[in-house]
C-alpha cells in the first residue's frame, strides 16, 4: 500500500503563489509517473501536470508558464509551483502517484485532497 499525504493548499489573492507538496509512503519499490490534478465545483477531475520518473513534465494548457511541477525522488516528493493564480484555477487538487510495491503490484495512489482558493 502506497499512501499520499499533500500539503500547501490555502487561500490567495489574484496573482498570488502557493506551492503543493506530496509525500509517498508505504510499500514502495518504485515510483513511476508523479502527476497532480484538479477538481472544481461541477466540473469533472482534470489533469494539471505530471511528471515521468526521468523527469519529463506535461501541463494542461491553461496552466503552462505559470505552473511548474517537481520531484525529489530521494524523498517520494512531487510539488507543484503555481504562480500567477487567477479565480479559474480554484479547486481541490489531488495527487497522484504509480508505484510498484515491494511485492512487485502496481499501485495508483491518490492523497486526500487540498483546497486551493483564489479571490479578491
Known amino acids: 500500500q502506497v499512501d499520499l499525504v499533500e500539503s500547501g493548499g490555502g487561500s490567495v489573492q489574484p496573482g498570488g503563489s502557493l506551492r503543493l507538496s506530496c509525500v509517498a509512503s508505504?510499500?514502495?519499490?518504485?515510483?513511476?509517473?508523479m502527476a497532480w490534478y484538479r477538481q472544481a465545483p461541477g466540473k469533472q477531475r482534470e489533469l494539471v501536470a505530471s511528471?515521468?520518473?526521468?523527469?519529463?513534465?506535461n501541463y494542461t494548457d491553461a496552466v503552462k508558464g505559470r505552473f511548474t511541477i517537481s520531484r525529489d525522488s530521494a524523498k517520494n516528493t512531487v510539488y507543484l509551483q503555481m504562480d500567477s493564480l487567477n479565480p479559474e484555477d480554484t479547486a481541490v487538487y489531488y495527487c497522484?502517484?504509480?508505484?510498484?510495491?515491494?511485492?512487485?503490484?502496481?499501485?495508483?495512489?491518490w492523497g486526500q485532497g487540498t483546497q486551493v482558493t483564489v479571490s479578491s
Open positions: 508505504g510499500s514502495i519499490r518504485v515510483i513511476n509517473d
Open positions: 497522484n502517484v504509480q508505484a510498484v510495491t515491494l511485492a512487485f503490484f502496481p499501485e495508483d495512489s
Open positions: 511528471i515521468s520518473w526521468i523527469g519529463s513534465t
